[in-house]
């Protein structure tokens, strides 16, 4: 079965500087995608950044990238420059291709960022 | 420019009542789906529907049933409310059937059983 794993249920960062929340993902299929979203305190979850699993360049919106290791099934996400906007809860979530017969995407249970003036 | 709506974002019941949680989306979109989020748990499935009065269990579906009568509305029902299904309710929605789709999100439910 698939899993979604984020180690680390809490973060901190200076404003400013630059963090980087970990995930890991299990799966034996080759063709799939991952996503970053983003829930801020009380507020809608949004997407922060995708990465197609095909595509060996690492996906980037603007202070906001991804490090995409395929072998090691690492999905990282970088974030520079912090602002106090970007504290929220960070999810990291894989979606398996339609050939699998499933339309479940697979979340990881969160980071908590905490964005430090 | 909201596009996928729930009805309640705070919702108190009673063990026992029936409790309806309600979604809509504006996107003419095929899937939707309904998640419970808890603390240290991330957000897991608990049904979706790819098409007008078609449904797929997810990951824990005990205790909850969904009505998809039209495209735009996807209600998730607790037959009888107990206090462990006190939780945040998201509902999302995605077109199609590409990889690529994005899970568009509504605010969130939060139900307390008490």
């Known amino acids: 079965a698939q899993t979604v794993t984020q180690s680390q249920p809490e973060m901190s960062v200076q404003e400013a500087e630059t963090v980087t929340l970990s995930c890991t993902y299990d799966?034996?299929?080759?063709?799939?995608?991952l996503f970053w979203y983003k829930q801020p305190p009380s507020r809608q979850m949004i997407l922060v950044i995708r990465?197609?699993?095909?595509?060996?360049q690492n996906a980037t919106e603007n202070r906001f990238s991804v490090n995409f290791q395929k072998a090691a099934k690492s999905f990282s996400l970088k974030i520079s420059d912090s602002q106090l906007g970007d504290a929220a809860m960070y999810f990291c979530?894989?979606?398996?291709?339609?050939?699998?017969?499933?339309?479940?995407?697979?979340f990881g249970t969160g980071t908590r960022l905490k964005v430090l003036a | 420019d909201v596009k996928v709506t729930q009805s309640s974002r705070y919702l108190v019941k009673r063990t026992g009542e029936k409790v309806f949680l309600e979604c809509v989306q504006d996107?003419?979109?095929?899937?939707m789906f309904w998640y419970r989020q808890d603390p240290g748990l991330g957000l897991r499935l608990i049904y979706f529907?790819?098409?007008?009065?078609?449904?797929e269990k997810g990951d824990i579906p005990e205790g909850y049933s969904v009505s998809r009568e039209k495209k735009e509305r996807f209600s998730l029902i607790l037959e009888s409310a107990s206090t462990n299904q006190t939780s945040m309710y998201l509902c999302?929605?995605?077109?199609?059937?590409?990889?690529?789709?994005?899970?568009?999100f509504g605010a969130g439910s939060r139900l307390t059983v008490l």
């Open positions: 999302a929605s995605t077109p199609g059937t590409a990889l690529a789709n994005v899970l568009t």
């Open positions: 799966t034996s299929e080759s063709d799939y995608y």
């Open positions: 990465q197609e699993a095909y595509k060996q």
């Open positions: 979530a894989y979606r398996p291709p339609t050939t699998s017969g499933t339309y479940k995407y697979i």
């Open positions: 996107m003419d979109h095929e899937n």
């Open positions: 529907s790819y098409d007008v009065k078609m449904k």
